[in-house]
């Protein structure tokens, strides 16, 4: 069965710093992965995508995502953390468009 | 232009009533899902609909049923409500079409049952 693992249920930097926030996925294909944020009692916002090509992708607020297929992960990437990141990230596989399947979540804290 | 709408924002219901659920897609998009997150776990995956058709389904009793009308809008419906359908449902919709996985989602409802 198709499922997403973030490792950390929660991860602490500060302000400046790099952070790396860890996804792993199981299928059998090559999915269509994503990366989500989601602010308190906010819905989701797509941070960056991977479809096919690069295996690093640009995303937006200057995130990016490495795509390792013999790792079957998917990490999210960051060279400078504002405290304005501080939210809950999302890694999120698409099976082939009709059902998505959501890790449980990364809970970012930034401190001053 | 508009994003995805729901409503309505909150609501209180008590176990085995019956609610609603209301979403508007973005103008153009023909599909919606919709996705059920518990506090403090991921959203997890209820129903998609494209061209008033569903095309997926999750792992949820059928007291969960949705529909999508003409215009591309959606209703969730939840029957019998239990205290563990306390959360947020979540609505996305995206174009559709074939190759097309991105969605953009609503500010979600949060459903409370007492």
């Known amino acids: 069965a198709q499922s997403v693992t973030q490792p950390d249920i929660h991860i602490t930097v500060s302000e400046g710093a790099s952070l790396e926030l860890r996804c792993n996925y199981s299928y059998g294909a090559t999915p269509y992965l994503f990366w989500y944020v989601q602010s308190p009692g906010q819905g989701l916002q797509l941070l960056l995508k991977y479809f096919s090509g690069d295996t690093l992708v640009q995303g937006i607020k200057g995130f990016e995502a490495e795509f390792k297929r013999s790792q079957s992960s998917f990490n999210l990437r960051k060279p400078s953390v504002h405290w304005s990141d501080a939210a809950e990230y999302f890694c999120a596989v698409d099976t082939g468009g009709f059902k998505t399947i959501f890790g449980a979540g990364t809970r970012l804290f930034v401190k001053a | 232009d508009a994003g995805v709408t729901q409503s309505p924002t909150h609501l209180i219901k008590t176990r085995g009533q019956q609610v609603t659920l209301r979403c508007s897609p973005i103008?153009?998009?023909?599909?919606v899902s919709w996705y059920q997150q518990v506090l403090g776990q991921g959203p997890q995956f209820i129903f998609q609909?494209?061209?008033?058709?569903?095309?997926g389904r999750g792992n949820f009793p059928d007291r969960f049923s949705a529909r999508q009308f003409p215009n591309y809008s959606s209703e969730l419906n939840v029957n019998a409500l239990l205290l563990g359908d306390s959360a947020l449902y979540l609505c996305?919709?995206?174009?559709?079409?074939?190759?097309?996985?991105?969605?953009?989602f609503g500010p979600g409802t949060r459903l409370t049952v007492t």
């Open positions: 996305a919709s995206s174009l559709g079409g074939a190759g097309d996985y991105e969605q953009y």
């Open positions: 609909y494209y061209e008033k058709e569903e095309r």
């Open positions: 103008s153009g998009h023909k599909s």
